[in-house]
């Protein structure tokens, strides 16, 4: 199956290499969310959720050029730009300071999770091992698609001037 991520690079050494450094991120604090989702400890694999998003999310942004820090140097011009990308993306990450409220969302959005691996986590063994890879999948989507939405913007962005 094509990576459609690394397709919408079209070959550009930058960007591949900024999905290959994120995807690497993203990883490893999946793996966290899934040790987190498989402990019998209501509402911790939330909170673990929101606490590693909320700083996945500015490290794969600044993997791209975009975190808030970096766009805040830009020239005024250049941020117009970059902000108007990001709007017709429809990123509501790129850039933007996260509250642990926004993380906690975004974790609600991963769907089943919140009901499927909240009730399957007390059945023992196979329970707590559907809960670490529902925990897994769902912060491994959210990065992926934010990893998504950033070669999308970047894409989008005119060259910089030299």
Same mark, same amino acid.
């Given at each position: 199956?094509?990576?459609?991520?690394?397709?919408?690079?079209?070959?550009?050494?930058?960007?591949?290499?900024?999905?290959?450094?994120?995807?690497?991120?993203?990883?490893?604090?999946?793996?966290?969310? &899934?040790?987190?989702?498989?402990?019998?400890?209501?509402?911790?694999?939330?909170?673990?959720?929101?606490?590693?998003?909320?700083?996945?999310?500015?490290?794969?942004?600044?993997?791209? !050029?975009?975190? !808030?820090?970096?766009?805040?140097?830009?020239?005024?011009?250049?941020?117009?730009?970059?902000?108007?990308?990001?709007?017709?993306?429809?990123?509501?990450?790129?850039?933007?300071?996260?509250?642990?409220?926004?993380?906690?969302?975004?974790?609600?959005?991963?769907?089943?999770?919140?009901?499927? !691996?909240?009730?399957?986590?007390?059945?023992?063994?196979?329970?707590?091992?559907?809960?670490? &890879?529902?925990?897994?999948?769902?912060?491994?989507?959210? !990065?992926?698609?934010?990893?998504?939405?950033?070669?999308?913007?970047?894409?989008?962005?005119?060259?910089?001037?030299?």
């Amino acid at each position: 199956m094509p990576d459609k991520t690394l397709a919408l690079t079209h070959g550009q050494a930058d960007l591949q290499r900024a999905v290959l450094n994120s995807r690497r991120l993203l990883k490893k604090r999946a793996l966290w969310a &899934a040790a987190a989702a498989a402990l019998p400890v209501p509402g911790l694999d939330f909170a673990v959720d929101a606490a590693l998003l909320s700083r996945l999310i500015p490290q794969i942004s600044h993997e791209f !050029g975009l975190s !808030g820090v970096q766009l805040d140097r830009l020239s005024p011009d250049r941020r117009e730009q970059v902000q108007k990308a990001v709007a017709v993306v429809g990123s509501l990450l790129i850039g933007r300071f996260l509250s642990a409220e926004l993380m906690l969302t975004l974790a609600a959005k991963a769907g089943l999770r919140l009901t499927a !691996g909240q009730a399957a986590r007390y059945v023992p063994i196979a329970g707590q091992a559907l809960s670490a &890879a529902m925990g897994y999948a769902a912060v491994r989507a959210l !990065g992926e698609q934010h990893i998504r939405e950033c070669v999308l913007v970047r894409q989008a962005l005119p060259p910089a001037p030299e």
